[in-house]
Structure formats: C-alpha cells, structure tokens
C-alpha cells in the first residue's frame, strides 16, 4: 500500500538510525534496563540505575542478590516489588541454564523471569541489530492513530507492523517509540509540528478531538 510505504519512508527520514534513550554499557546493563522500564519512563530507570549497577556489577552478583536490598534500590520504580524478584530470578536461570552468559536468541530470552516477547525483542534490537518489531504504549498508540493497525493487543499489532513494514524494524521500532515519546504525544499531540500529519486522519489530531 503505497500510504504504509510513504510512512515508513518518512520514519527512517526523520529518524537518523535512533537508539533506546535508555542508559547502558553491557548487555547485562541493557536487560536489567529493558526489563525496568516496562509501565516506566526511561528517565526513571536512568535515574535508578547508577546506584543498582555500583552494588550488583554483573549478573552473578545479582543472582546473589538480596531482594530487600533490591527493592530498596528501585522502590521508586513503577511495579518494584514484582520486578525485584523477576531480576534475581533471571540472573539466577543466566547462571545457572546459561553458564552466565545471556542468550541472544528470543526463545531462550523469552524463558527467563519476566521477559516478555517486547523485552526479548528489545534486547535484540538494541543489542544486535535484529529485524524485530516490538510494541510499548508509544508504538501502540502511533499504529492506531495512522490505521496502521487495528489489533487490540500489543502482539497482534507487532504482527501488522512486521507485515506492512517488513525491513529495518529495529530502527522503525525506534523511531516510532521517540516518535510518541516526543511529537505523537498520548495527550496533546504535536500536530502542527508532524512530518506525518498530511497521512494521518486520526480523531485526535488537531481539528479532531484535541
């Protein structure tokens, strides 16, 4: 469809190969990143994770953890608790299934505590490159408002997504999560400013409900 085609042309045009915001040095730091930030802003997670990386440094000290300990570090992060025991949880199952080494492959990524299938698939976008789509609120948002999808689940929108796009998903990904993050805002979308705005018929652009 030429209009899917126009707007993926227009993401990888005004995003220059965009990259997580999220603030990492290993692929240890990355997954501990990636599995904070769900339901959290990355400035949060950036704000925590200094203090959490200086007392566990790697992923044998986090197996070894003590939850209380953990929890005090990142209480101030959306769901901590539950969090808390997936961390040690996957350090734990890195350690011991994986002789400490984190898999880079989405199914074994996948079975490790609280990894999910957009976690697995950000790691690997982040960390290798890897042609995958993954669906946070902002690339959910963004799919609907320009009937790029009309899924009701994250999945079943990455799926349409992968479908339309089919190539450079890493970087589409990215672009359209600072896309949402920063322009295609939940409240008060910065239509005026949109280099999509003349491909998009959604409710909520100016003139609509906004």
Same mark, same amino acid.
């Given at each position: ?7 993926? /042309?227009? &993401? =990888? ?13 290993? %692929?240890?730091? %990355? ?38 300990? %953990? ?26 299934? &994986?002789?400490? /080494?984190?898999?880079?492959? /989405? ?16 790691? %690997?976008? @982040? ?24 899924? $009701?689940?994250? @999945?079943?929108? /990455? ?6 796009? $089919? ?10 999560? =600072? ?10 979308? =910065?239509?005026?400013?949109?280099? =999509? ?5 959604? @409710?909520?652009? @100016?003139?609509?409900?906004?």
């Amino acid at each position: 469809m030429k209009r899917n085609l126009q707007i993926k /042309e227009l &993401f =990888l045009a005004n995003f220059q190969k965009p990259s997580t915001e999220l603030k990492f040095s290993s %692929l240890y730091e %990355l997954i501990v990143c990636v599995m904070l930030s769900a339901q959290c802003t990355d400035k949060r997670v950036n704000h925590i994770t200094p203090a959490l990386f200086k007392a566990y440094p790697d992923i044998k000290s986090l197996a070894n953890a003590n939850l209380s300990s %953990l929890k005090a570090l990142i209480q101030s992060c959306s769901f901590f608790n539950n969090k808390a025991q997936n961390l040690i949880k996957m350090a734990r199952v890195v350690c011991e299934k &994986f002789k400490g /080494e984190i898999p880079l492959n /989405e199914a074994d990524l996948k079975s490790l505590a609280g990894v999910g299938q957009k976690t697995a698939h950000v790691v %690997l976008i @982040e960390w290798c490159g890897a042609n995958f789509m993954a669906v946070d609120t902002h690339v959910f948002r963004v799919s609907h408002r320009l009937g790029l999808s009309r899924a $009701k689940t994250p @999945e079943a929108t /990455e799926e349409d997504l992968t479908r339309i796009f $089919k190539d450079r998903l890493n970087h589409l990904h990215q672009a359209m999560v =600072l896309f949402g993050r920063y322009t295609c805002r939940a409240k008060r979308p =910065l239509c005026a400013d949109c280099f =999509l705005a003349h491909l998009c018929t959604s @409710e909520d652009k @100016e003139g609509g409900r906004c």
